[in-house]
């Protein structure tokens, strides 16, 4: 911008800085929440400058000096700001000015959706996106405040007995267990060893959810194998596919369908009574009894309804009120679950 003070009145014979008996001019620009603005000035004449900024002219003094042609300011006020250049001398003449405003707000320099006013990590993902800090032995990696990769350390609080019952190529399997939700790999094991024998693999966890992968390398399962996942010591079963790992089915890997995996600390209660395990011959008309559950035995008095889901092909939902049966698609892993009076089934 080109302009003159030659014609402009003499509004302020005196700035912060020194007398100013020339004629006055004042330029202002809002300048957002972090932005920055750059001016450069050519005077001819003597001139006086004031910056300052503020909702109304003069304001906060930034800097007052004879011929300034070059300042740059950005505003880490936390709101809005008006900066005002006041262009006053001990003389007039012509002067021009030009200025540059960068505003972060309105740039994404890295590309990653988050503008770079509001970016805690420029160049790099945001704090609490997942990672992997490639150790072995921390969980739930996510960036920091800091753009720092980083887990918590495992808590071995959950010792695990995983058992296989080998088929007659033990060299082609392998498994993994990960960590739900960010699918990190916590432990891992194999090819086995013993043909059409029993291999036993060990692993500890902290609490938290996990799901099991058995990989079989050729694509046709353990043919006559298969394998089980149970807690160390109290010999908990968390997955039991003994004998069951076929290739026809299977394929080249095994694991809990639809994604679904376990969890610790596991849940005692919620299981069927010592007859009902571990049968292989059920018929029509019997049915498997859960142990009791106690906080569904203080409610059922007032309102007698619940539901227990078993993991089946096909999920069978039996409401206990009306003693009906249905089929819904969903699998999922048994457990009891209180529903209102009234339940509805979709």
């Not at 001398?89 to 960068?102: A, E, H, M």
């Not at 790999?185 to 086995?192: A, E, K, Q, T």
Request: charged share 15%.
């Amino acid at each position: 911008m080109i302009a003159s003070t030659a014609t402009a009145a003499n509004d302020n014979s005196t700035l912060d800085c020194g007398a100013a008996p020339g004629g006055d001019l004042v330029y202002f620009i809002a300048v957002p929440i972090g932005a920055t603005i750059d001016f450069e000035a050519l005077h001819d004449y003597n001139a006086i400058v004031r910056i300052s900024y503020g909702a109304s002219c003069p304001g906060t003094l930034v800097t007052c000096d004879a011929n300034v042609e070059v300042y740059s300011w950005t505003n880490s006020t936390g709101s809005l700001q008006n900066v005002y250049w006041w262009q006053d001398g001990t003389d007039s003449g012509d002067f021009l000015l030009s200025w540059d405003l960068q505003d972060p707000c309105a740039l994404d320099s890295d590309g990653d959706g988050v503008s770079d006013c509001l970016d805690q990590c420029p160049g790099g993902p945001e704090p609490g996106t997942p990672c992997n800090d490639g150790l072995a032995n921390t969980i739930g990696d996510v960036f920091t405040s800091g753009c720092v990769c980083s887990g918590s350390p495992i808590v071995c609080t959950n010792e695990l007995t995983l058992e296989f019952q080998t088929d007659g190529n033990p060299d082609q399997t392998t498994w993994e267990i990960r960590e739900q939700g960010t699918d990190f790999l916590l432990h891992s094991g194999g090819p086995l060893n013993p043909q059409n024998g029993v291999e036993t693999n060990f692993a500890c966890l902290s609490d938290g959810c996990f799901y099991l992968r058995v990989l079989d390398s050729s694509g046709d399962g353990m043919t006559t194998g298969g394998y089980i996942l149970r807690t160390t010591g109290s010999n908990l079963r968390i997955i039991d596919n003994a004998n069951n790992f076929n290739g026809a089915f299977n394929g080249n890997e095994s694991a809990i369908s639809g994604g679904q995996g376990f969890c610790f600390p596991m849940d005692v209660v919620n299981q069927p009574i010592y007859s009902s395990c571990d049968k292989l011959d059920w018929v029509t008309n019997k049915f498997i009894v859960a142990a009791e559950d106690p906080a569904v035995t203080a409610a059922y008095t007032t309102c007698p309804a619940y539901q227990q889901r078993i993991f089946v092909l096909v999920l069978r939902i039996r409401t206990v009120a009306t003693a009906s049966v249905v089929s819904v698609s969903t699998a999922k892993v048994m457990d009891t679950v209180r529903v209102p009076c009234a339940p509805t089934t979709s």
